[in-house]
């Protein structure tokens, strides 16, 4: 358990939390997939685990990688964003978690593998089309995926997700948790909503809490997707509704970190969505937001909340790209 997560553990005890983690698909040049025998529940599982503070989810991996398999990635490339009740699972200690996972694929590494002892029993590189059928739960949805788009069938597995042993509150995961941790620096998911309509503008809000301006978004609720997580922050702060959503990024690490007017510090996990298909009239949540406007690329506000403003400006590029 890393430390983030067990001095989190130590204020909240066992009730449920969504946290964040990344994994390694590493895969030889037989497209064989290495994976390890874990100790803790005599599974099969992807090297990764949870995040430190400060980490981006990439480099969470390549961590996760070397501590469990004494191999140095050379290269990751991301693979997917993995997060709902699929991922959720109880330790063997009673603690509820709720995963979001960052999957990267790495190809190009070097080292000769070996065992912790600590968290892994063995490691061995499997055929995709011979996998264990005892993977670990979480770990499930991400190697079906990895076997979809390399056209191996989608594997059988013996262990089936857990039945969702608790009651999942309607909102305020992140107030409730804050609660208990105060202004302590926290590991928060969350999605951001790029609204595009046809004059290629984009929306923007201006907040109340910190007085800048933003995407429309928020933190993530226990059992929801990003995906949902989008779909209800944009219907919540600006009325509208999201009819296709195109994954834009997923952006972690320190210049996702964020210090709030009254104290509360964040480490944000943020996936950002395109939206040019979408339904309503904009009207505001007025708890939260002050204004909504659209905003042409080269008319943006000087006040851009920094996570955003690092959003804004990958967007900003690739229109430039173009």
């Not at 590189?125 to 005892?134: E, I, S, V």
């Not at 608790?166 to 926290?186: H, M």
């Not at 309503?280 to 920094?306: F, M, N, Y």
Request: proline residues 5%.
């Amino acid at each position: 358990m890393c430390q983030y997560v067990r001095d989190l553990r130590e204020r909240v005890g066992s009730r449920p939390l969504i946290l964040c983690g990344a994994s390694a698909l590493i895969l030889d040049q037989q497209n064989r997939l290495l994976l390890q025998h874990r100790v803790d529940d005599d599974s099969w599982g992807l090297p990764g685990g949870f995040m430190e503070i400060g980490e981006s989810l990439e480099g969470t991996a390549a961590r996760e990688m070397y501590e469990e398999t004494g191999l140095s990635c050379q290269s990751l490339t991301f693979f997917n964003i993995y997060s709902g009740p699929e991922l959720y699972y109880r330790g063997t200690d009673g603690s509820a978690v709720f995963n979001v996972t960052g999957a990267y694929l790495c190809r190009d590494y070097c080292g000769v593998p070996r065992v912790d002892g600590v968290e892994g029993r063995e490691l061995d590189f499997f055929a995709l089309t011979d996998l264990p059928r005892t993977i670990q739960v979480p770990v499930q949805p991400i190697i079906s995926e990895l076997c979809r788009r390399f056209g191996a069938s989608e594997p059988s597995y013996s262990l089936q997700r857990p039945m969702l042993s608790i009651e999942i509150p309607v909102k305020n995961y992140a107030r409730s948790l804050r609660a208990l941790v105060g202004t302590r620096p926290l590991i928060l998911s969350a999605a951001g909503v790029l609204f595009v309509d046809d004059h290629n503008r984009i929306l923007l809000q201006h907040r109340k809490d910190n007085d800048t301006w933003g995407l429309p978004g928020g933190a993530m609720e226990l059992g929801e997707t990003f995906d949902e997580t989008a779909r209800r922050e944009a219907r919540e702060e600006v009325g509208l509704h999201c009819k296709e959503l195109a994954l834009m990024g997923v952006y972690s690490g320190p210049s996702l970190y964020y210090r709030y007017p009254h104290g509360d510090e964040v480490y944000n996990v943020i996936a950002a969505y395109l939206c040019r298909s979408f339904s309503g009239e904009v009207s505001l949540d007025c708890r939260e937001v002050k204004e909504a406007k659209w905003h042409s690329l080269t008319q943006l506000p000087s006040s851009i909340c920094p996570p955003d403003q690092v959003m804004l400006d990958d967007y900003v590029t690739a229109v430039g790209d173009v």
